[in-house]
């Protein structure tokens, strides 16, 4: 899977800040709840 570049407009949030160090946080949307988890191998998922 190519990474496509990302434009100027884009947001740029980093995942440890997210997470204030640890490994998980809880981001919402329209009131839905997601975790997005930062695994050990370094790769990020995101589950409702």
Avoid: C, F, W
Avoid at 31 to 46: E, F, V, W
Wanted: no cysteine; aromatic share 2%; proline share 6%.
């Amino acid at each position: 899977m190519n990474a496509q570049p990302l434009s100027p407009a884009s947001p740029v949030h980093q995942a440890r800040i997210l997470t204030e160090g640890g490994t998980r946080a809880v981001i919402v949307l329209d009131g839905a709840a997601y975790s997005l988890r930062i695994t050990r191998a370094g790769k990020l998922i995101l589950t409702k």
